[in-house]
């Protein structure tokens, strides 16, 4: 799929990648440990076919994240907002955040720039989008939301920090999909932290656009 002007990179110094959601002209939703401390990071796109790395001035990562919370089967809140030094070109524009959460069975979209399954590292940078289902395994979550793919489909590393679509706006963000790639993925409700996610724009002179 073709750029669509809501989504960017997330690069890191360390190597890693990720995709980020533009809630601003000059800030970027995406998961936290996507933003880890420890390394620097960059957003980037391409603008008449060059590419951009765009500097990050800002990093505000939520204070329920936990990064040993997989492992330890704790409660975590995988999201970070990183402001730009500069905005973004015009052709950007915020994504819309979703305040309620679909229900169960509800179709959902995921787009990312992580790898392709069986590609490798090579293959990523290139946005695609991945139908999902809503599912609740272990019932109806104030945090998170989970999707299954269809069988044969995944999402992969470098998804992270991508958005969880319904009817057009953002549920979700992307934070866990199980290994490299899987067919279960788990996504950070961003509507219960609606509070964190104006109130540290409204600090950056920001604010994101809701439905």
Not at 2 to 15: F, I, N, Q
Not at 137 to 143: A, D
Not at 183 to 202: E, K, N, Y
Request: aromatic share 4%; net charge positive.
């Amino acid at each position: 799929m073709p750029e669509d002007g809501t989504t960017v990179m997330v690069l890191s110094s360390k190597g890693g990648v990720c995709t980020g959601i533009v809630v601003a002209q000059a800030a970027v939703l995406t998961a936290a440990h996507c933003a880890a401390a420890g390394a620097e990071h960059r957003v980037h796109y391409r603008e008449g076919g060059q590419p951009v790395l765009a500097e990050v001035a800002g990093r505000a990562v939520h204070p329920g994240y936990d990064a040993g919370a997989v492992a330890g089967r704790r409660r975590s809140i995988d999201l970070a907002l990183l402001r730009l030094e500069r905005p973004l070109p015009g052709r950007f524009r915020p994504a819309t955040l979703a305040i309620d959460a679909p229900n169960a069975g509800a179709s959902a979209l995921l787009a990312g720039y992580g790898e392709t399954a069986g590609g490798g590292p090579r293959s990523t940078g290139t946005l695609r989008a991945l139908p999902l289902t809503v599912v609740e395994p272990y019932g109806p979550s104030r945090i998170l939301l989970w999707l299954r793919a269809a069988a044969g489909a995944s999402a992969c590393r470098g998804d992270s920090g991508g958005p969880v679509s319904v009817d057009g706006s953002v549920a979700a963000v992307s934070a866990w999909s199980g290994g490299t790639c899987g067919s279960l993925v788990q996504g950070v409700r961003v509507g219960p932290q609606r509070g964190w996610i104006d109130g540290t724009l409204s600090g950056w002179g920001l604010s994101a656009v809701w439905r």
